[in-house]
């Protein structure tokens, strides 16, 4: 008579436990067998504890075991049908799965995850049911994008630290429908550099027109949050910006973004002389002080404004608010001459939201952006280069 083997099954890969269940739907459903169990078993355990005696113990308690009922919950690998056990008086409060919670942990970060790299509600509900075969409705992956709104209010009220040495300021427009009809709004964005040289989003806004009395409510609202000082602000070229923030900041230089004085400048050039022009702009911002960036200003100026006078122009009318940066040591001058930080953010943003058509409301708009913006501070793990020589030159300066 052949002896049984009765040696435990000892793994070493996953092929070997393919191989031990007969099948991969095998073993897929002895896991789901097992999860079930698991599950089960601590749901009795804590109706236990709750009663104060274990199954099968003989008790003289009011209050006893009363049956199971059947519920089934979404996991991460599809639908569960479990026993739930209840009590007679209907006083367990069950923890690990609650009165009428029908998800496991995990499987809202699933969703939110999917939301926040710009897959609509509609591709999310294809994408669960294509992988795990639920058939989830729009509303519930609404409700559960929705619980990120909690997050957005209290990261947009957080205190802030007292002294960023630098702080970007720009907008980008995104469509939003209200009142049955798709309008432009500005989103509004605050970027910092901490003291580390992270950056650090300070905050998002949205109305309905970029303007600099807006702009004034945002640094005053970012002084309430406990900004004491700024030392120098990057800001495109929009009238009122530098009034506004030394309105409430009085030390703070602003600074106007040279990449936005070039792109704008390139617009009255045709293609022709744009490698010309751009040739000549730079003699200007990489000049090494203001009197020598004033005097390759001339020159510009004697040779291109009989074809482009404008570009002269803007550049003389923005002349104190292009020149700050030129009294700094280049390890600061790398990191204010342009607003590209906030620009990448920007980049990042319109990635994600350009398969959005509109936004349904300005709640929708500050969830999505939030979810991408957090999504984005996980690459921000070091400081600008060059951070450490800069921040000793900001502590002499200011």
């Known amino acids: 008579m052949t002896k049984k083997n ?6 070493e890969t996953i092929a070997d436990i393919v191989q031990y269940c007969g099948s991969e739907e095998s073993l897929l ?4 067998s097992l999860r079930k169990a698991a599950i089960e078993s601590a749901l009795e355990g804590e109706l236990g504890h709750h009663l104060g005696y274990c199954k099968n113990e003989r008790n003289s308690n009011t209050n006893s075991r009363n049956g199971y009922g059947e519920k089934t919950i979404i996991t991460d690998h599809g639908g569960l049908t479990i026993q739930t056990p209840r009590d007679r008086d209907a006083s367990f409060e069950p923890q690990l ?4 919670q029908r998800k496991l942990k995990g499987f809202d970060d699933k969703i939110i995850s999917m939301y926040a790299r710009g897959m609509s509600m509609r591709d999310i509900q294809s994408h669960l049911e294509d992988i795990y075969g639920l058939d989830v409705s729009p509303e519930l992956i609404s409700s559960v994008t929705d619980s990120v709104l909690e997050d957005v209010v209290a990261w947009q009220n957080r205190a802030l630290e007292p002294i960023y040495p630098i702080l970007y300021l720009d907008c980008l427009v ?3 429908k209200e009142n049955n009809q798709i309008s432009n709004k500005s989103l509004f964005l605050a970027v910092a550099l901490n003291m580390e040289g992270h950056k650090e989003v300070l905050g998002m806004w949205i109305a309905k027109n970029e303007g600099a009395k807006f702009w004034l409510s945002i640094i005053t609202e970012l002084k ?3 900004v004491e000082q700024i030392y120098i602000a990057c800001v495109d070229g929009l009238k009122g910006f530098t009034e506004a923030i ?16 070039v792109r704008n400048s390139l617009n009255y050039v045709p293609w022709k002389d744009r490698k010309l022009v751009a040739s000549d702009l730079k003699a200007i911002y990489s000049a090494s002080n203001a009197q020598s960036a004033e005097l390759a200003l001339a020159a510009f ?4 404004d009989n074809k482009y006078p404008t570009i002269g122009d803007i550049w003389q009318r923005n002349w104190q608010g292009i020149i700050p940066f030129l009294s700094f040591p280049d390890d600061i001058r790398k990191a204010i001459y342009t607003t590209n930080a906030i620009e990448a953010i920007n980049r990042q943003i319109r990635k994600i939201i350009k398969s959005k058509g509109c936004f349904p409301s300005d709640e929708a708009v500050f969830k999505l952006v ?3 913006l957090q999504n984005a501070a996980k690459k921000w793990t070091m400081p600008i280069r060059e951070w450490k020589m800069a921040l000793n030159q900001f502590s002499i300066l200011f």
């Open 6 to 11: 009765t040696s435990p099954f000892k793994p």
């Open 29 to 32: 459903a002895a896991f789901k």
């Open 97 to 100: 799965i609650q009165k009428n």
């Open 174 to 176: 995104v469509k939003v």
């Open 224 to 226: 309430n949050r406990g």
């Open 246 to 261: 030394n309105s409430v900041f009085p030390q703070t230089i602003v600074q106007l973004c040279i990449v936005h004085m």
């Open 301 to 304: 100026r004697d040779k291109w």
């Open 370 to 372: 939030f979810l991408a």
